[in-house]
């Protein structure tokens, strides 16, 4: 008897750790890919998530403007169809846009299911300004085996980040820190968020921005999109 409740164990074990950890471990293969990309090619992508926010995403449109720099924009399909017109307006500044699901639900805490309807339609509802087959990061950067398997049978590449910059940290850090971690590496793929949040977290997140930037500046790092990346025309909007 124990030792067919150790076998049954140990076998859901292992599907528990097929289900979490297969899904994981093919992302920390390709975020070491990414990480010897950006630092090949002196890179600095700039990946903002969860928005648009209706508030926050135009300041921060202003300041990529100013500064002629392209980002990469993982929207949510509940706020994009909230606001189509600034998803327009991000698209139409030239930078790129990539999906997040529509309810932002984290694969690891949702049925199956539900999460792979939360892909589906994240994309359904940003079909205007991504492709089917277009960028995909998993909220809270979390996959299951069947939301893996869902991505892959889409063609769409997933958008993993090399730095945090801490914009979503419980206490917010030093606003340098991301730059600080990309001057280390030599290049990066920053995380940050637009969505509408407290002032002094919008403050932080813009403020970051100009940092990364003046560092892209101080070291002659390209700034482009996930895509410019990938297909090696990392290179300043002229
Ligand atoms: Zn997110």
């Given at each position: 008897m124990i030792g067919t409740a150790l076998i049954a164990g140990g076998s859901a074990l292992a599907a528990a750790g097929s289900w979490y950890l297969a899904p994981m471990a093919a992302r920390k293969l390709q975020e070491v890919q990414l990480r010897n990309l950006c630092i090949a090619t002196k890179s600095l992508v700039l990946t903002y998530d969860d928005g648009p926010g209706?508030?926050?995403?135009?300041?921060?449109?202003?300041?990529?403007?100013?500064?002629?720099?392209?980002?990469?924009?993982?929207?949510?399909?509940?706020?994009?169809?909230?606001?189509?017109?600034?998803?327009?307006?991000?698209?139409?500044?030239?930078?790129?846009?990539?999906?997040?699901?529509?309810?932002?639900?984290?694969?690891?805490?949702?049925?199956?299911?539900?999460?792979?309807?939360?892909?589906?339609?994240?994309?359904?509802?940003?079909?205007?300004?991504?492709?089917?087959?277009?960028?995909?990061?998993?909220?809270?950067?979390?996959?299951?085996?069947?939301?893996?398997?869902?991505?892959?049978?889409?063609?769409?590449?997933?958008?993993?980040?090399?730095?945090?910059?801490?914009?979503?940290?419980?206490?917010?850090?030093?606003?340098?820190?991301?730059?600080?971690?990309v001057k280390r590496d030599g290049g990066g793929v920053v995380l940050l968020h637009d969505f509408d949040r407290s002032d002094q977290r919008a403050e932080f997140m813009l403020e970051s921005t100009s940092k990364l930037l003046d560092a892209a500046d101080e070291h002659g790092w390209t700034v482009c999109t996930l895509s410019e990346l990938t297909g090696e025309n990392c290179k300043r909007a002229a």
């Open positions: 209706e508030k926050l995403t135009p300041q921060l449109l202003d300041l990529l403007k100013l500064r002629n720099a392209r980002a990469t924009f993982f929207l949510t399909g509940f706020r994009a169809t909230d606001n189509p017109e600034l998803v327009d307006e991000i698209a139409g500044q030239g930078h790129e846009i990539a999906c997040h699901t529509q309810q932002h639900l984290n694969a690891w805490r949702t049925s199956p299911w539900r999460s792979v309807h939360d892909i589906d339609e994240g994309y359904q509802s940003l079909a205007r300004w991504v492709p089917q087959d277009g960028w995909f990061r998993p909220p809270f950067g979390k996959l299951t085996l069947l939301t893996w398997a869902r991505i892959k049978s889409r063609k769409a590449p997933l958008g993993w980040w090399t730095i945090r910059s801490g914009d979503d940290a419980e206490v917010l850090p030093e606003t340098d820190t991301a730059a600080i971690k």
